[in-house]
């Protein structure tokens, strides 16, 4: 799925960023062309969150990192990065700009104008079973069989599957418990990361 790749894709390409840090020269600019090579498969995988995950990440990293900034050793694989993902960014807006538009709610691409009508049911779908289950859930791995019910009592041309909203799908199958020790690890992981950063900063 694309979405479980962007997600990979988006912790491999935070953490080769770390990799412009290092010692040896070649290593740094290995780092820079896997930033850029796991920035343009980020892109090609259209997941808004995975984009918004790298906006934010690299936004945190640069501010951690920033005392290193100054040391003049990592002043080209800085730049290798920069070009790079302003070349690979226009080259992805001149060859994707209509399903760019299409995801933004403007334009008429029709592929992208079913995913997004398509997401909109599934999401509705996830609300009406987390309201109607809203502490057991459905159980892991249930939420397609569930949707399945929904669409019967509908018109669409579906079949049931996964809502595209990772949150409210663990939502709607492990329940509001289920869903809170969800955000509960992740935000422990996140202070976990934060930590660290703080102290390779420090050493």
């Known amino acids: 799925h694309p979405n479980v790749a ?14 412009m840090f290092a010692a040896r020269r070649v290593v740094r600019l290995i780092g820079a062309v896997l930033v850029v090579v796991g920035f343009t498969a980020l892109l090609l995988t259209f997941s808004r969150g995975a984009w918004l995950g790298l906006a934010v990440g690299g936004l945190i990293g640069l501010m951690l990192m920033l ?42 691409e029709s592929i992208e104008l079913r995913s997004v009508a398509d997401r909109i049911v599934f999401t509705d779908f996830a609300l009406r079973s987390i309201a109607e289950r809203p502490i057991l859930g459905v159980g892991i791995g249930n939420f397609p069989w569930r949707s399945s019910y929904y669409i019967a009592e ?50």
């Not at 869903?179 to 202070?191: N, V, W």
């Open 154 to 203: 509908t018109f669409y041309a579906l079949r049931g599957d996964n809502v595209h909203h990772v949150y409210l799908l663990a939502w709607a199958e492990l329940g509001t418990p289920g869903a809170l020790m969800l955000i509960g690890a992740l935000s422990a992981a996140f202070i976990c990361v934060v930590a660290l950063f703080a102290i390779v900063v420090v050493c």
């Open 6 to 19: 962007a997600g990979a894709l988006l912790i491999g390409t935070l953490a080769s960023a770390s990799l």
């Open 67 to 108: 005392p290193q900034m100054r040391r003049r050793d990592i002043r080209l694989p800085l730049a290798v990065t920069l070009i790079g993902v302003i070349v690979v960014t226009g080259w992805w807006l001149n060859s994707y700009l209509p399903f760019v538009l299409a995801r933004a709610g403007e334009g008429q």
